[in-house]
T-cell receptor
Framework: AQKITQTQPGMFVQEKEAVTLDCTYDTSDPSYGLFWYKQPSSGEMIFLIYQGSYDQQNATEGRYSLNFQKARKSANLVISASQLGDSAMYFCAMREGGYNKLIFGAGTRLAVHP | DAMVIQNPRYQVTQFGKPVTLSCSQTLNHNVMYWYQQKSSQAPKLLFHYYDKDFNNEADTPDNFQSRRPNTSFCFLDIRSPGLGDAAMYLC??????????????FGPGTRLTVL
């Protein structure tokens, strides 16, 4: 069965510093997709970045990059130059089966301190 | 802007009183999902529609039903809400047939309180 694990319930970082949020996954399917979403206190889920299992390069989107280590089954999110507005819950998710269904990790709450 | 809209944003109901949550989308996506998210937990998929085909998750209680009268709208009906059903309910859409990431687009959620 597919599974996503986020082992950091909470993290804090100083403003303007970089932070890494961990995500490991387990699947026997050779074709899969990994997503990171941000959930501010207002509740909506905001898509940040995507990594496909066959992508040769690590994904980047502005200040977000994904450190994809396929052999270790890890897909860590790196946020560079943290901003106060980055304080939120962050969820790692994996596409499961058809219909783009997602399974989510437990999430990591990030606090950015001034 | 194309988007996913959920109404109301906050809903208060009484124990056992049926309640309906609404979701609409302007993205013309063929898949719509309903998630339940309890405090400090990950979203949990309740069911999804692929066009008019309804797909229930195995562990979704019978108390939860859904309707999708057309492409744009999808409703979540809770027939007899219990205190344990208090949660954030998130609606999302996607279009698996499109090239690209095929990420899910989420609405802002409806926070349900059961008194």
């Amino acid at each position: 069965a597919q599974k996503i694990t986020q082992t950091q319930p909470g993290m804090f970082v100083q403003e303007k510093e970089a932070v890494t949020l961990d995500c490991t996954y387990d699947t026997s399917d050779p074709s899969y997709g990994l997503f990171w979403y941000k959930q501010p206190s207002s509740g909506e889920m905001i898509f940040l970045i995507y990594q496909g299992s066959y992508d040769q390069q690590n994904a980047t989107e502005g200040r977000y990059s994904l450190n994809f280590q396929k052999a270790r089954k890890s897909a860590n999110l790196v946020i560079s130059a943290s901003q106060l507005g980055d304080s939120a819950m962050y969820f790692c998710a994996m596409r499961e089966g058809g219909y783009n269904k997602l399974i989510f990790g437990a999430g990591t709450r990030l606090a950015v301190h001034p | 802007d194309a988007m996913v809209i959920q109404n109301p944003r906050y809903q208060v109901t009484q124990f056992g009183k049926p309640v309906t949550l609404s979701c609409s989308q302007t993205l013309n996506h063929n898949v719509m999902y309903w998630y339940q998210q309890k405090s400090s937990q990950a979203p949990k998929l309740l069911f999804h529609y692929y066009d008019k085909d309804f797909n229930n998750e195995a562990d979704t209680p019978d108390n939860f039903q859904s309707r999708r009268p057309n492409t744009s709208f999808c409703f979540l009906d809770i027939r007899s809400p219990g205190l344990g059903d208090a949660a954030m309910y998130l609606c999302a859409t996607s279009n698996p047939g499109l090239a690209g990431y095929n990420e899910q687009f989420f609405g802002p959620g409806t926070r349900l309180t059961v008194l």
